[in-house]
């Protein structure tokens, strides 16, 4: 019973692993397209040039870099196009860790023209991932613990609704960058 309750917490793991991964994936195509497109500053959406100034300057900021040479380097690039250093190009906005809130966030903020899907709790499943991943990985909890209060049914409804969650998501962000609506 311990090892299927620990298999069964660790499908968190799994699952949180997965999804971040695909929205990472997401993300670094996107942001790929954006500079194949060649996309100006001056004409991307607001949310794109926050996040290419963001990937450019906030290790720098937060490590006490010259503000006057940041803001150099900043009005240097609102005349230029969008480019992301290549090890900047599959971070995930926002703190990194990636669940309800985090998704509805990039939805609101892309804008992406879209709503979850029914049945799918509008994603809060994301939230219990989120957590029990988290929970897991800085030792709050143990593997026995969360594995034992749920069942292997429950696992796979969560996972079921999750990845309706995530693929109709998925799709509307492949969507956004198809019709390139990352330009005003």
Same mark, same amino acid.
């Given at each position: 019973?311990?090892?299927?309750?620990? $298999? #069964?917490? +660790?499908?968190?793991? &799994?699952?949180?692993?997965?999804?971040?991964?695909?929205? #990472?994936?997401?993300?670094?195509?996107?942001?790929?397209?954006?500079?194949?497109?060649?996309? %100006?500053?001056?004409?991307? #959406? !607001?949310?794109?040039?926050? !996040?290419?100034?963001?990937?450019?300057? @906030?290790?720098? &900021? *937060?490590? =006490?870099?010259?503000?006057?040479?940041?803001? %150099? /380097?900043? +009005?240097? &690039?609102?005349?230029? $196009?969008?480019?992301?250093?290549? !090890?900047?190009?599959?971070?995930?906005? =926002?703190?990194?860790?990636?669940?309800?809130?985090?998704?509805?966030?990039?939805k609101n903020s892309m804008p992406l023209t879209w709503t979850a899907p029914v049945g799918?709790? +509008? =994603?809060?499943? @994301?939230? %219990? $991932?989120?957590?029990?991943?988290?929970? @897991?990985?800085?030792?709050?909890?143990?593997?026995?613990?969360? +594995?034992? =209060?749920? %069942?292997?049914? /429950?696992?796979?409804?969560?996972? !079921?609704?999750? #990845?309706?969650? &995530?693929?109709? @998501?998925?799709?509307?962000?492949?969507?956004?960058?198809?019709?390139? *609506?990352?330009?005003?």
């Amino acid at each position: 019973m311990r090892s299927a309750a620990c $298999i #069964r917490a +660790g499908v968190y793991v &799994m699952m949180y692993n997965a999804i971040e991964a695909a929205v #990472r994936a997401a993300m670094e195509a996107l942001r790929r397209q954006i500079q194949q497109d060649a996309v %100006t500053f001056a004409s991307a #959406r !607001d949310f794109w040039r926050l !996040d290419c100034i963001q990937a450019a300057f @906030l290790d720098k &900021m *937060q490590s =006490g870099t010259n503000h006057g040479n940041v803001l %150099t /380097d900043l +009005g240097a &690039m609102s005349n230029s $196009i969008l480019q992301w250093h290549p !090890d900047k190009l599959s971070r995930l906005p =926002g703190s990194g860790n990636f669940g309800q809130t985090a998704a509805l966030t990039l939805k609101n903020s892309m804008p992406l023209t879209w709503t979850a899907p029914v049945g799918t709790a +509008g =994603g809060v499943d @994301l939230e %219990t $991932i989120r957590v029990k991943r988290n929970d @897991l990985s800085h030792g709050f909890e143990e593997y026995v613990a969360i +594995g034992g =209060g749920v %069942t292997t049914g /429950d696992m796979c409804a969560l996972g !079921d609704r999750t #990845r309706r969650f &995530m693929v109709s @998501l998925l799709q509307a962000v492949e969507h956004y960058r198809a019709m390139k *609506q990352y330009i005003r």
